[in-house]
């Protein structure tokens, strides 16, 4: 399993669900639940929100970023497509 294909199903398993709203934090919590998924970590969750922003460069991920609150620290997305 690579970051790419992880970050990818968490997403596609969040819109099958209903849930089109998710954190910057929730991508980068994937790295540690790589590890009991997986019996090893993936990358750092640096590595993961790196990899998150390049499948929006690439457009393989469509997300729109929601304005942040006033004292709000992390970006909130909204699932647009996934290809």
């Known amino acids: 399993m690579t970051i790419k294909k992880h970050i990818l199903n968490y997403l596609k398993y969040l819109e099958n ?3 089109f709203v998710f954190k910057t934090s929730d991508i980068q919590n ?5 590890e009991k998924v ?3 970590i993936l990358g750092s969750p ?3 929100e ?3 922003r390049q499948l929006r460069q ?3 991920l469509i997300v729109n970023k929601r304005p942040r609150k006033p004292k709000q620290n992390q ?3 909204v699932i647009k497509e996934i290809k």
């Open 75 to 77: 970006t909130t997305w």
């Open 58 to 60: 690439d457009n393989i």
């Open 50 to 52: 790196r990899t998150f």
């Open 17 to 19: 669900s209903g849930i």
């Open 38 to 40: 997986f019996g090893r």
């Open 30 to 34: 994937l790295s540690q639940r790589s």
């Open 46 to 48: 640096s590595t993961y």
